[in-house]
Structures are given as C-alpha cells and as structure tokens.
C-alpha cells in the first residue's frame, strides 16, 4: 500500500504553526523567527515533506519550468544542446519540457502554443524555420525567450549564434587550399538560418579564389542521413565535374559517405567530403569527417543562463552571444586527383588542422 503523501498541513501541524507560517519558509520570505523556521525546516527533512509545484506556482507566479523546442531530437546536434539545457537548468532548480517538431514548420507555432497554455517561465527554441513575423508574435506570449542559431528581424530577442558564416567560408576555403575547383554544397533545409549562413560563408570563399559559383552545385535537402544519401546521388550524378562536396552537416556527410560507398566512389581519392557539428559519429565512419567543429553542450548551457537571467530579472547579457567554430581536418578531405603536395596551400595559423 502506497504511504500518504505529507502536506503542508501535516507540517504546520506537528510545528504548531499556521499554514502561512510553513508557506512563508518554503518559499523563503521572511517574517519568521530563526526558530521558528529552523524547527519547520527540520519537521520538513524528517517527514520527507515536498511543496506542491503547482501551489508553489499559485504563491510565485512561477512553475520553475523551461521550454525547450527543437526541430530533431534525433540530430545529435540539438540533443547536445538539450543536455547542456539541461544541465545548467536543473543546477538553479528548473525542470524542462522538451518538445519535438520533427523538421514541421506546421508545428512549431502550435509548440509555442502549449507551452504557453503550460506557464511555463520562459522558453528556448532551437533552430526553428517558421517566418520571422509568426514567430516574433508567439514568443512575445513569454516573460522570456532565448533564440538558439536564429536571429529575427524586429523587436530583438536574445540569441545564442553559431557563426555558421565563418563555418561554411572554413570548410570552403580549406577544400580550396586543398586544390578543389569544383565543390558542391549539399545544404540543408531552405528557410534554415545556419543553412542561409553557411551558404554566405561557401560563396565568400569562392570569390575570394576567383572559381565561378555554380547554381546548380547548390541543392537544399533536409539534414539527416537518408537525405544526405539522396541528396549526395542527386548532385553527383548530375555533376559528375565535382571533386568535393560540403555538407549542412555531419548527419548528411555521413549520408553522402555511404551513397559513395554504394556507387563505387573512394573518399577522399575520388571526391573529398567535409560536414558540419563534430558530432561522435563524425570519428566513427570510414572514413573519419572532416567537419567544423561546435561545442553543443555549451550552447545549450549559454542558452539556459540567458533565459533564467531574463526570468529573475537580472539580464545582463549582450542580446546576441556569438559562438566561434573550428576546423577539425580527419581523412575525408584530401587533394583531388592530378593535384601534387608542392600545390596544396596551407592552412592559415588561426585554423591549423586539429586532429
């Protein structure tokens, strides 16, 4: 038989006090003599006594809750920054509701609207691609929001920024010092933040090198591994000029690894490939990735404290904290075929390869 749960009442019983006098102590306010409270909070560690989240919340205005919506839970990418969420949030006594929109824009403005309907204290949204305006209005129903790789035009809301830009121009440039002439970009999603930015950072480096920017070496599929698979066929059969392509990320790189494989197509002697977010997968495929590096976790942790500071209301952050990425250089890039060591450029001293 499951024991009763202890109450409020039971704790105020045994101290001999009012309700409001053990409400006053479990909420830290003051008016209670040192006594008084030590002795109700030793009647609570005995009997084993927890407030009720929801009073709590009628007393505070709070639910001590976050929301957290990604568009794939499955993508390591967003599963690391939900931990780093996590992490920092638990350690100030918040919990998080977690909510998928699996890559549907349909669903992300009905997301926002549950955990509006939730109270939840504030809400961290990742990646989505809903258009600026639809969006700026949902997140204007919360206390405090923190935008993760998305920026919005408008009221400004703060954000926590890869600098996907840098990324794409890192990826690009290294291929270029390599000797690639031909590079497709197999990108992600269209309305993607990153995905836009990245692609910036692709077309800077080749202007830079003086190659023409194709067109038709740009293809947007959505970033997992069975698109990176197709997207990899598409481009490559169409384009069979090309000796490297850039992926959105690591999860359709892995994708075109295996479409390559299948196709009888050597990596890197045939066609180098390079992906994006380090992920632990990107150092288990054979070959390993090349890929631009991002601390996940940190962002997620980033995104954490800037919310509970707007819930406390204590801000005092920038409104955009921007993370810089790097190159990581593993065996899936290497010189196309006909080029010699003497013609490889090498790495500048701000992106020596890091294993």
Not at 112 to 121: F, K, M, W
Not at 127 to 143: I, V
Not at 211 to 235: C, H, Q, R, Y
Request: hydrophobic fraction near 40%.
């Amino acid at each position: 038989m499951s024991r009763r749960r202890v109450t409020i009442s039971d704790v105020a019983e045994l101290a001999g006090v009012s309700y409001q006098t053990v409400s006053r102590v479990v909420n830290n306010k003051p008016d209670v003599s040192e006594s008084t409270r030590k002795r109700i909070q030793k009647i609570i560690k005995e009997t084993g006594y927890r407030p009720s989240q929801i009073a709590r919340s009628l007393v505070t205005a709070r639910t001590a809750t976050i929301g957290l919506v990604v568009p794939d839970i499955s993508n390591p990418f967003f599963s690391a920054v939900a931990r780093g969420v996590e992490q920092l949030a638990y350690s100030q006594g918040y919990s998080i509701l977690l909510c998928n929109t699996g890559e549907d824009v349909t669903r992300e403005l009905d997301v926002l609207h549950t955990l509006h309907e939730r109270y939840v204290d504030g809400v961290i949204v990742c990646g989505l691609r809903q258009e600026d305006a639809l969006l700026q209005e949902a997140l204007a129903n919360f206390k405090a929001a923190v935008l993760v790789n998305r920026r919005l035009q408008g009221e400004p809301v703060p954000a926590v920024l890869i600098d996907d830009e840098l990324g794409g121009y890192l990826n690009t440039q290294h291929l270029i010092q390599l000797g690639h002439t031909a590079i497709g970009f197999l990108a992600g999603p269209a309305a993607s933040y990153s995905g836009t930015q990245r692609r910036l950072g692709y077309s800077r480096a080749l202007v830079e090198a003086g190659i023409l920017l194709e067109e038709k070496w740009i293809t947007n599929f959505t970033p997992t591994v069975s698109d990176g698979e197709a997207a990899a066929e598409v481009m490559l059969q169409a384009n069979p000029e090309l000796t490297a392509l850039i992926c959105h990320n690591d999860l359709m790189a892995v994708g075109a690894l295996r479409y390559c494989a299948a196709s009888g197509r050597r990596v890197p002697e045939d066609i180098a490939i390079i992906g994006f977010d380090d992920i632990m997968l990107a150092t288990l495929v054979s070959p390993p990735l090349s890929t631009c590096h991002v601390p996940r976790v940190e962002v997620g942790r980033i995104a954490a404290s800037m919310l509970i500071e707007q819930i406390n209301d204590k801000a005092d952050w920038s409104d955009e904290i921007v993370i810089q990425p790097h190159l990581v250089i593993r065996a899936s890039t290497a010189a196309p075929a006909g080029v010699s060591d003497d013609a490889i450029m090498q790495p500048t001293p701000d992106h020596i390869p890091l294993g």
